[in-house]
């Protein structure tokens, strides 16, 4: 299967907290859209990895992702070495996807550094033909897709451009609360975390209300690109 896009995160939920609405504006306008989570979260202080693994399904659900997978690398010991380069390889030779979307490069958990690393490099060097993958004992041919764009974590960054998510924010919000274990739950028994606090899921409503008020609307999700990207002004006039 081709995708349009994919979504590269580091823990189940990255994905949906980040840009959750924008997945869902693009799967609704008849875009592929996969989501490739590294780890399965399994150092984390709440849940299992087997509850993550079903509120990861869940999300997808929702949000009407084409793929959503999980690479096993380990929580908490990402780094960029040549195995998790491959692999990562392979997944962008498998689904040939347009464009990526990785964390941004500065962020308070170490996984999302180094993934945005990894996943920079491993979208350039899937492009070179002497670096030789299989699939299913089939050879890969060597792909790459057009662009990379970062979504926002914890730490902000000024964006290249924000999404307007008007309209999708609330199917954002659904898909981040299947996450039950993770977020704030007032008949959860189990350790308070950063994320867990009802301030939390208050952060992330007004980030959307901030970014959106930014462009003129109610609801929008900041990215960065450290490439030029066009803009067409006859689409304001149209």
């Known amino acids: 299967m081709n995708l349009d896009i994919i979504v590269f995160g580091s823990h189940p939920d990255d994905a949906e907290l980040a840009m959750g609405g924008t997945i869902a504006k693009l799967t609704a306008n ?3 859209v996969g989501i490739i989570d590294l780890t399965r979260g399994e150092l984390g202080t709440r849940g299992t990895v087997a509850t993550r693994k079903k509120e990861a399904a869940e999300s997808a ?8 997978d999980n690479l096993h690398f380990p929580d908490g010991g990402i ?28 962020d308070r958990h170490p996984d999302h550094i180094y993934t ?31 662009k990379i764009f970062y979504y926002m974590q914890t730490y ?35 350790p308070q975390t950063f994320i867990s606090k009802p301030e939390f899921l208050n952060y992330i409503e007004a980030r959307s209300l901030y970014y959106g008020f930014q462009i003129g609307k109610l609801h929008g999700e900041p990215f960065y690109s450290e490439e030029k990207i066009e803009l067409d002004l006859l689409s304001f006039i149209k």
């Open 30 to 32: 008849n875009l592929k």
């Open 61 to 68: 659900a929702i949000l009407k992702t084409a793929v959503r």
């Open 79 to 106: 780094d960029v070495n040549k195995d998790y380069m491959k692999k990562i390889i392979m997944v962008i030779r498998k689904y040939t996807p347009k464009l990526v979307f990785a964390p941004y490069f500065n």
């Open 116 to 146: 945005s690393r990894l996943i920079k490099e491993a979208v350039f060097s899937s492009g070179l033909d002497k670096i030789k993958t299989t699939c299913n004992k089939v050879k890969q041919k060597s792909y790459r897709p057009v």
């Open 156 to 190: 902000t960054f000024d964006p290249t451009f924000i999404v307007d998510i008007t309209g999708y924010h609330e199917i954002k919000m659904k898909a981040v609360k299947s996450y039950s274990t993770q977020f704030y739950n007032p008949k959860s028994r189990e």
